[in-house]
T-cell receptor, first 115, second 113 residues
Framework: NAGVTQTPKFRVLKTGQSMTLLCAQD?????MYWYRQDPGMGLRLIHY???????AKGEVPDGYNVSRLKKQNFLLGLESAAPSQTSVYFC??????????????FGEGSRLTVL | AQSVTQLGSHVSVSEGALVLLRCNYS??????LFWYVQYPNQGLQLLLK??????LVKGINGFEAEFKKSETSFHLTKPSAHMSDAAEYFC???????????FGKGTLLTVNP
């Protein structure tokens, strides 16, 4: 039972490089989210999607782009990485709001370091 | 916008002692409220949730939380701490109007032998 799978789990980038984090869920969830976690800051929402082909900005979207071409996948892209984007990134998914709102299923995280 | 405040970034208790982690929300309309737990090097998992059915909510591992509208609070308790409870705990609020879950900054619970 895979749940939410994030790849890669670790990555080191140089300033200015680009990369994509992949999130895949096998629970047929409608909603998907990308959060970043930094010490003392809790989890902050970067972008989210309420369905295939739709995305929306969260609390801290600058410097990131996302795509949801397939219902089960949600990609987070960094076009030009900056040291301020060093963080642990979590993907999560949930049922639609009409189902069990707020019950998020999380991946194990992707630790990104930008030098 | 909804905000969630967790009082105390770090709580330390002895094994067998009462655990009390505090959470307050800002909305005038009570949202759905949640507690999530994060064990080291893992993602978050749901501990318990309040969805207006009952003010005292029981969760996994012996935890419970009480919703108090007059105090806009949703504090998490456990009568007797166990070493395995050491983790970071996050309070969160869901507002259906924007499909988002807003998290507090977290409280790290340390359990001393």
């Amino acid at each position: 039972n895979a749940g939410v799978t994030q790849t890669p789990k670790f990555r080191v980038l140089k300033t200015g490089q680009s990369m994509t984090l992949l999130c895949a869920q096998d629970m047929n969830h409608e909603y998907m989210y990308w959060y970043r976690q930094d010490p003392g800051m809790g989890l902050r929402l970067i972008h989210y999607s309420v369905g295939e082909g739709t995305t929306a900005k969260g609390e801290v979207p600058d410097g990131y782009n996302v795509s949801r071409l397939k219902k089960q996948n949600f990609l987070l892209g960094l076009e030009s990485a900056a040291p301020s984007q060093t963080s642990v990134y979590f993907c999560a998914s949930s049922y639609a709001a009409s189902g069990r709102p707020g019950e998020l299923f999380f991946g194990e995280g992707s630790r990104l370091t930008v030098l | 916008a909804q905000s969630v405040t967790q009082l105390g970034s770090h709580v330390s208790v002895s094994e067998g002692a009462l655990v009390l982690l505090r959470c307050n929300y800002s909305s005038s309309v009570p949202p759905y409220l949640f507690w999530y737990v994060q064990y080291p090097n893992q993602g978050l998992q749901l501990l318990l949730k309040y969805t207006s059915a009952a003010t005292l909510v029981k969760g996994i591992n012996g935890f419970e939380a009480e919703f108090k509208k007059s105090e806009t609070s949703f504090h998490l308790t456990k009568p007797s701490a166990h070493m395995s409870d050491a983790a970071e705990y996050f309070c969160a609020a869901w507002e259906g109007s924007n499909y988002k879950l807003t998290f507090g900054k977290g409280t790290l619970l340390t359990v001393n032998p």
